[in-house]
């Protein structure tokens, strides 16, 4: 499933029309027999079974029919009064109860394998989720949320539908095809096969032509679904913005101009289906006339009975269900593609930063953080950091500051390795970050970002999000250092109460402090703190200051800073002005130096709030 063609591009396109259905059919095929689940693959059994015995049933149906046609025809030939026999009445019985037992097995088929159809959306969905989760910070920045989701859910529900009438259908039907033919050739000469083969032969060749021609106009209704899921979320995420100001018509229209075009596309959509729902019955018609129309002049010579007459119709009535299916399968699963090809994408997108082969946990002893001649450019014509190394000791704090720009939030993601770097390297307690496993450094580093993002459930599920196995009274414990606490015992629903999508029922402060309590909570060794009161007034800056400053000590802490007033005790400032160091020391030590940091202390300390600052010691 992962892998549609070999192709070392961190962002392959792939089109459906290059993509072999039998392989798809293939590769899905793990999913509709599940390793390790006997329980899906006894139904998956059960559920053959079943289709095959609705198959047997309804080649031989045709069979009761004819019997029955033909003993009352010879009863109607009698010239004296008669009482229906026992025969006609038997064959007409067993006509129903074998149409009954058809749509019995049918039925049964597809209860049983609903939960194989359905575990396979699950287990795909959840391999797609977990990919998304693998791919590097770059990917998610240029995300687009809606069309993204827009991509998942059609193509979770083009999955269960090949799966279903690929995997489980397609085998059987040609098996009642064969039978069909079989039975023609057998009872009434090979000139019957031959007109049914020319009929299913054309009929497929239309299915697959017309086919063809939806595909592109499926893919531009899928694009215009994109869109307008694209433009609905962005439009809701932004919905205090558009208030700010006055827009709701303005998006409306935005909205309705994608809309439209997904409603040319869908009317194109389904009037394709109407042509080739005709162009199928018209060539099947033809097919059953002429076929019938031999059989009637089998019957005026003799060669034929009455009930073979009903008998080719019967058959055929009934081979126009397995032809509509193929016909069917083949358009569902080329319509599936289009549906699957960019969650192909997806799964084919290779994760820009990825752990080297045999790559070891980190092993954080003292905590020691060193740059050694950093570079990283996330455009190679714009570089971001330029030969930037410096060390923070274990349990010292060191701040970087400087004007916007500078890169002070790249080095915070470059030592989380969101990003590989350009040239140099970053090493804790000696150990290169780009040779241990992703997952063991980030869980020896605590963040509180400068922008707050919660989950949409409860409070409390935001601060334990720090340790989800956390005891109750640890995570109260995390609120109270945080100076959440009081905040939080006063709600209605205390701990309980939800938070709003991306938090927006808090205030950025509030959100702030719950960030504060997550990392308390987590209780890393090395604490990155980018720009962690920036959302907080002064009062209140200053209380949750002393937090921090209890949760950095004997703890490796990377300050980022843009009020000075924060990081006056920090063992080492760092001044980045365009990705270089341009000065470095303790407050005092740059202040003395009267440089750029001792611009930056002035500008802030005239400040008419005296709250925004504090006098050096």
Known sequence: MRRLKTNDDPDPQIDADQVDPFYVLKSLLPFAWPEGRFDLRLRVVLAFAALILAKIVTVSVPFAYKGAVNALDALYGQSEIVVLGLVPIMLIIAYGMGRIMMIAFNALRDGLFISVGQNAVRALSVETFRHLHTLSLRFHLERRTGELNRVVSRASTAIELIIRMGVLNFLPTMLELMLVFSIFGYMFGWAYVLVLAVTVLVYLYFTKIASDWRIGIRRDMNQSDNEAGSKAVDSLLN???????????????????????????????????????????????????????????????????????????????????????????????????????????????????????????????????????????????????????????????????????????????????????????????????????????????????????????????????????????????????????????????????????????????????????????????????????????????????????????????????????????????????????VERGTHDELVASNGVYAGLWQQQRSLKDSDDVREPA
Not at 299 to 327: E, R, S
Not at 386 to 412: C, E, N, Q
Not at 529 to 537: I, M, P, V
Request: hydrophobic residues 40%; negative net charge.
């Open 239 to 581: 919905y205090e913005t558009i208030k700010y100001f006055g827009n709701e018509e303005l998006e409306a229209k935005r909205y309705d101009k994608v809309m439209s075009g997904y409603e040319r596309a869908a009317i194109r959509t389904y009037t394709s289906l109407g042509v080739l729902n005709a162009g199928q019955a018209a060539i099947f018609t033809i097919g059953l006339t002429i076929a019938m129309l031999m059989a009637a002049f089998g019957v005026v010579d003799k060669t034929l009975t009455l009930g073979d007459f009903v008998m080719v119709n019967a058959l055929l009535i009934q081979l126009q269900i397995p032809l509509n299916f193929l016909g069917m399968v083949y358009r569902e699963i080329r319509q599936g593609l289009v549906d699957l090809e960019n969650m192909f994408t997806l799964l084919d997108r290779y994760p820009e930063v990825t752990d080297e082969p045999g790559s070891k946990p980190l092993v954080v002893t003292d905590g020691e953080i060193k740059f050694e001649g950093v570079k990283f450019a996330y455009d190679p014509a714009r570089p971001i950091l330029k030969d930037v190394s410096f060390r923070v000791p274990a349990g010292k704090m060191t701040a970087i500051v400087g004007p916007s720009g500078a890169g002070k939030s790249t080095l915070s993601r470059a030592l989380f390795r969101f990003y590989d770097l350009s040239s140099g390297r970053i090493l804790i307690d000696g150990q290169d970050i780009s040779k241990v496993t992703q997952k063991s450094l980030r869980a020896v580093i605590g963040m509180v970002p400068q922008d707050t993002v919660l989950f949409n459930e409860s409070i409390y599920y935001n601060i334990a999000y720090g340790r989800p196995d956390a005891k109750r009274e640890d995570v109260i414990e995390a609120a109270k250092m945080a100076q959440i606490d009081g905040f939080i015992r006063d709600l209605p629903e205390g701990y309980n109460t939800m938070v709003g999508e991306r938090g927006l029922k808090l205030s950025g402060g509030e959100k702030q402090r719950v960030a504060i309590a997550r990392t308390i909570l987590k209780a890393p060794p090395i604490l990155m703190l980018d720009e962690a009161t920036s959302a907080l007034d002064s009062y209140t800056e200053k209380e949750i200051q002393g937090a921090l400053d209890q949760v950095a000590r004997e703890r490796t802490t990377l300050v980022i800073a843009h009020r000075l007033s924060t990081v006056t005790h920090a063992d080492e400032i760092l001044v980045l002005e365009s990705g270089v160091i």
